[in-house]
């Protein structure tokens, strides 16, 4: 029997009304919930996509700050900051990389060498480190790329400021350079600055020491855009500020005088105010133009300087280390004043001095005659220096060597320095577990054997023998500063070593062509030649560059009230022959800046053209010879600094000890320079030679 009931209109229209009923309930429930959800993001979220809302229409730009300045003595910049139209790449958002060096290598002209350089520093560069592509722009090749950015993603074309150096190469060891953040300095730090297209860190040198000061704070740039990223309008510039200058002893032109004055040499000079230790230069070369190292180095230029013997990566002032030679003899004698040896004591040099079952002999094998100290200076006499230190001994040697600031390492800013060695018994014992011998003595008492020192204490050393006071080399001017104090010596010893270092120049001495071309200035100096190689391998002043002598002097003027003191050391020069004359013009642009650049345009026309324009040539030969060739060598910054690094390290000391004594190098002007007729002091009793 069927149950159902039948199928009538009622029950129809109670079906349909149930069901409506349930549809009704759950679509007014979605209703409901949809409503919420719209209610709780229109209020309750309302400030976090509103924030969203508007960074998708509203770009923020950071803009980098400009750096401060690296000012010398007289408010003229080392370091300053140029206008710059510049163009880089974020590796990240480029798309077709082939396509898009091909364009910008057309519109910037780039030629092939850089192509590949920025090829390369894009396959090593993380996505969020920009590669510069170009810098120093004109504004129609900047133009050209600015409007062809919609087929160029990843490419960014900015207006701003780079770092410039205005004398290059000059500065490069003094100053230093700035380069782009590495992935590791990102890490340290995470800020969005170091990751902005142009802004660039301290990597080296006073740039690398004084980064905060020198940084300042960047600004901030926002603009309505589109989706595409076309600007609509300006909202709002916040501008950034300029980190603050530091300001340094060096006189700039001095400083460029003296770099541009070694010349085709490698090697170094340092001059100071003698009265307040201010370093008003402290150059070394050859040297790298911090220019190209802060707009990234190519590979024709990285295997320039790294193939380089003459070591062009190097600080010669701070981490060279060279036997000094001869110039530690007024010192020496110093120690013998002190020590209360009478200056007019003589010993007889006949070319030599037997010591047991030895002959050491002097660099004059004719011999000297009767010498006392003050033609033992002059002269530069090794018999006299080997006799009277074997009565006094090494200690006392040693330390009126480290009293006048040999062996020191001064506070300055830079990451080291290499403060070489003064030997005395304790010291060899100590190093190679042997006693201390007479040979040993021979050696250091003429600047040879263990002792090493670099261009810095030498003109320390020049400073404190001219002053008598204990002058610290300074680089960060401080006009307020209290002078130094005196270091306690008698005036009569200064007198006397004075007198007898003018001499050196001005009268019998070793460098008579060192004499100072200015009326009424005279320029008290001492000579030295340091032994490289064995008189088995080379004489010292031809044959093979690495086996060459190489040269020093040190000196002060004016003679009768010094102000001024000067090192300058040649690396493989020779001999001290190819020192003093660097010297001499160095201190001449001090007094007579025309005369001095007189004789400066005649060497460079000989040298083909200024610093500049030899590296210009060199690199173009290397560029010619190699071409495509140069091997895909080319550091990143990371590794640029580590190697840079790397090649600053000095010649270490002997690994063992020496067992025999090093030959004197000759002091070449000696037997063969005219006397000079000037009004000389008399040894015994010192007087003015010259005055200011």
């Not at 320095?417 to 003064?422: A, E, K, R």
């Not at 080379?538 to 003679?559: E, M, Q, T, Y």
Request: glycine share 10%.
């Amino acid at each position: 029997m069927n149950s159902r009931l039948p199928l009538t209109s009622a029950v129809l229209t109670n079906r349909f009304e149930r069901r409506t009923f349930v549809m009704g309930a759950l679509q007014g429930g979605v209703g409901i919930l949809l409503a919420t959800r719209l209610g709780y993001l229109a209020v309750a979220q309302n400030e976090k996509y509103q924030a969203a809302s508007e960074s998708n229409r509203v770009n923020l730009t950071l803009i980098p700050p400009r750096r401060g300045w690296v000012l010398d003595r007289f408010g003229k910049a080392l370091a300053a900051n140029r206008a710059d139209f510049r163009v880089d790449l974020i590796p990240d958002r480029v798309e077709d990389a082939d396509r898009t060096m091909k364009t910008l290598a057309e519109l910037l002209a780039l030629p092939p060498d850089r192509v590949r350089d920025i090829r390369d520093k894009l396959e090593k560069a993380r996505g969020f480190q920009p590669v510069e592509v170009a810098s120093s722009l004109d504004w129609e090749k900047f133009a050209a790329v600015s409007v062809r950015l919609p087929e160029l993603p990843g490419v960014i074309p900015q207006r701003g400021y780079s770092r410039f150096y205005p004398t290059g190469a000059a500065v490069g060891h003094l100053v230093g350079y700035v380069g782009a953040a590495s992935a590791e300095e990102y890490e340290k730090e995470r800020s969005p600055l170091l990751i902005t297209p142009g802004f660039k860190i301290g990597k080296d040198g006073l740039e690398k020491q004084f980064e905060t000061r020198l940084r300042g704070v960047p600004g901030a740039r926002r603009v309505e855009a589109t989706a595409s990223g076309r600007i609509v309008r300006d909202l709002g510039t916040r501008e950034d500020v300029p980190g603050k200058p530091i300001q340094l002893t060096i006189n700039a032109g001095l400083q460029d005088y003296a770099a541009r004055r070694i010349g085709l040499e490698s090697g170094s000079v340092v001059v100071m105010d003698c009265e307040t230790g201010d370093l008003l230069a402290m150059a070394s070369m050859p040297s790298f133009d911090p220019n190209s190292f802060s707009d990234g180095i190519g590979r024709i230029e990285w295997k320039m300087l790294s193939e380089d013997d003459h070591v062009p990566l190097r600080n010669k002032v701070l981490r060279g280390l060279y036997p000094p030679g001869s110039t530690v003899k007024p010192m020496v004698a110093m120690a013998f004043l002190e020590a209360g040896l009478d200056p007019e004591a003589t010993v007889n040099c006949g070319g030599g001095l037997r010591v047991g079952n030895r002959v050491f002999h002097c660099w004059n094998h004719r011999g000297h005659g009767t010498t006392n100290m003050a033609k033992g200076i002059y002269q530069s006499c090794d018999v006299y220096f080997y006799h009277f230190a074997q009565q006094l001994g090494m200690d006392v040697i040693a330390t009126m060597a480290k009293r006048l600031g040999l062996g020191q390492e001064f506070p300055m800013p830079y990451a080291g320095q290499s403060y070489g060695t003064v030997p005395d018994p304790a010291w060899k014992l100590r190093k190679y577990k042997k006693e201390w011998a007479v040979y040993d003595t021979v050696n250091a008492t003429i600047g040879q054997g263990y002792m090493l020192v670099n261009p810095l204490q030498q003109a320390v050393m020049a400073s404190r023998i001219a002053s008598g006071r204990e002058v610290m080399p300074r680089l960060l001017l401080d006009r307020k500063a209290a002078l130094p104090k005196s270091m306690g010596f008698r005036q009569d010893h200064l007198d006397y070593i004075h007198a007898a270092m003018s001499e050196v120049v001005n009268g019998r001495g070793t460098a008579g062509k060192a004499r100072l071309p200015v009326d009424n200035v005279l320029l008290a100096g001492k000579t030295g030649t340091a032994q490289v190689v064995g008189l088995n391998i080379g004489n010292g002043k031809g044959g093979l560059w690495k086996h060459r002598d190489h040269g020093h002097f040190i000196c002060f003027a004016p003679f009768d009230k010094p102000k001024y003191a000067c090192a300058v050391a040649i690396e493989h020069g020779g001999g001290s022959g190819s020192a003093y004359p660097i010297a001499r013009d160095v201190m001449t642009y001090i007094f007579a800046p025309d005369k001095a650049m007189e004789v400066l345009d005649g060497f460079e026309k000989q040298w083909g053209g200024n610093v500049q324009q030899r590296m210009a040539t060199r690199y173009n030969a290397f560029a010619e010879k190699y071409g495509g060739s140069a091997p895909k060598v080319v550091p990143d910054d990371e590794e640029l600094t580590e190697r840079v690094e790397e090649a600053r390290k000095p010649d270490t000391e002997p690994a063992d000890a020496q067992t025999d004594a090093a030959a004197p190098g000759a002091e070449p002007d000696a037997a063969t320079a005219a006397p000079v007729p000037v009004p000389a002091a008399t040894p015994a009793a010192p007087t003015p030679a010259g005055g200011q």
